[in-house]
């Protein structure tokens, strides 16, 4: 079943209660499998012409209003900081977004992790400081598609003067949406309360809308906190934008040399991930992995961990269970539904192969990890430091994410068995950080609003 049958049939028949027709269809219309696309990151260089590009982009992008069509192509586009700057966006409204987003990630390093191989002075060119002021990302079913978006996209660009095209990007998956590590990838997200779908099971319950959506009242009651006026900042959301690139050679190598055999590979390796490579959750296949199941979105993603308190099934420090632990118990109280988050990543290079080595990981190979949120920075910074390069959360000290975390000298794994847990050591960074941006997704009218400068 595709992902546009299966939302499809999850209609409620209600009307939604939430402003669909101002709000980015990229909030909500997942990609499609298979998928390619293209990230484009501008620079602008004269307000005025930064803003006749933004009203001319603006008709190309889609509203949320019928994100559950079939489309055969669509487009998000958010701002930094500096760009909203650079359209001359008025200081008394600049000053009230949050101050992570003001700064940068690049400035955010410390309070990110971004140190040694991720540190900012490896980023690409395109994510120097200041560089990436507009992110355009178009999702489309296939080539075809994509080159008469990317063409009309291109256009719009070419009859603007002022801006400057500093990055491109093409990225892509077939049908089974294998990450650069074979795995299949953003099988769970959070149901939103208001948009007109039930939940899928494992969902659990609806996560108040204001934890994406600004303006909306959020998991407190209320709403978070969003930009002035309300005409740019009501529906918009926050993005954060991180590009990685893959040492999959060298997490193949890794878990080689800690395998008897190719099944206790692919065993170890859904340890790590938490998920068999077919995208079947440990906790519903904890033997062998099941590709129907993983395939099947009506359940892999109906599980939680209430019958794995110790994680003989899946391990706490495994990569899924780290970044949405649902109802284990932590060492440390979180409210996990506040750092739910919406996943728009993208896989760019070569399909994985079992045969590959260190010695092919060349920067081919990588993800971009894109989530939604409207506590984006404090969300990502939140993880970074507390559920990805620390282990306190769950007893295990200063033991790092193994798919995600940053290892400055090798690391370790820990699987809990009986009678005796084992120590997989020599974890490295598989993951390398190559850039990334915080960005404002603005709605569709904050779009109008900036494109013409109606603080005047």
Not at 174 to 185: E, L, T, V, W
Not at 407 to 419: A, K, R, S, V
């Amino acid at each position: 079943m595709s992902i546009l049958t299966n939302l499809k049939t999850r209609l409620t028949g209600e009307k939604a209660a939430l402003a669909l027709d101002d709000i980015q269809a990229l909030i909500l219309r997942s990609r499609p499998e298979p998928y390619v696309g293209v990230h484009a990151m501008l620079h602008i260089d004269d307000a005025a012409g930064g803003r006749d590009l933004l009203r001319r982009m603006a008709g190309h992008v889609p509203s949320a209003a019928g994100w559950t069509d079939d489309r055969d192509a669509w487009m998000g586009l958010a701002i930094s900081f500096q760009g909203l700057k650079a359209l001359g966006v008025p200081q008394a409204s600049l000053d009230t977004f949050p101050l992570p987003f003001q700064q940068g990630m690049a400035q955010r390093a410390e309070q990110l992790r971004d140190f040694g191989s991720n540190a900012p002075e490896h980023w690409d060119e395109a994510f120097a400081p200041g560089a990436c002021h507009i992110a355009l990302t178009i999702y489309a079913r296939d080539d075809a598609a994509l080159a008469v978006a990317l063409d009309q996209a291109m256009k719009e660009l070419d009859q603007s003067s002022g801006v400057t095209l500093v990055g491109r990007h093409a990225f892509g998956a077939d049908a089974d949406a294998k990450n650069p590590f074979g795995f299949r990838d953003s099988i769970s997200q959070p149901f939103v309360a208001g948009s007109g779908v039930e939940p899928l099971p494992g969902q659990e319950r609806a996560i108040a809308a204001g934890e994406f959506i600004l303006g909306e009242n959020s998991e407190t009651g209320k709403p978070v906190a969003m930009p002035e006026p309300p005409e740019l900042g009501r529906n918009g959301s926050f993005v954060v934008l991180r590009k990685y690139e893959s040492q999959v050679g060298a997490f193949n190598d890794f878990v080689r040399s800690q395998a008897q055999s190719e099944s206790d590979e692919e065993l170890l390796a859904a340890k790590l991930v938490g998920r068999w490579r077919s995208g079947a959750p440990l906790p519903l296949a904890p033997e062998r992995d099941d590709p129907e199941l993983g395939a099947d979105p009506q359940r892999n993603n109906g599980f939680d961990f209430s019958r794995d308190p110790r994680g003989l099934v899946c391990p706490h420090a495994a990569h899924m269970r780290r970044l949405n632990p649902r109802d284990s118990q932590l060492s440390i109280l979180t409210d996990v539904n506040i750092h739910r988050i919406i996943r728009r990543s993208s896989t760019y290079g070569p399909k994985w192969h079992r045969e590959l080595t260190a010695q092919d990981d060349t920067g081919e190979r990588g993800i971009y990890f894109i989530f939604i949120s409207a506590r984006a920075y404090d969300t990502i910074e939140f993880l970074q430091q507390e559920w990805i390069n620390r282990g306190n959360f769950i007893d295990l000290g200063t033991e790092r994410d193994p798919v995600v975390g940053l290892h400055e000298t090798p690391g370790t794994f820990t699987i809990p068995q009986q009678p005796v847990r084992r120590r997989v050591d020599g974890v490295t960074t598989f993951n390398r950080l190559r850039g990334g941006e915080y960005l404002f997704m603005p709605s569709l009218g904050a779009l109008r609003w900036i494109a013409d400068a109606r603080w005047s």
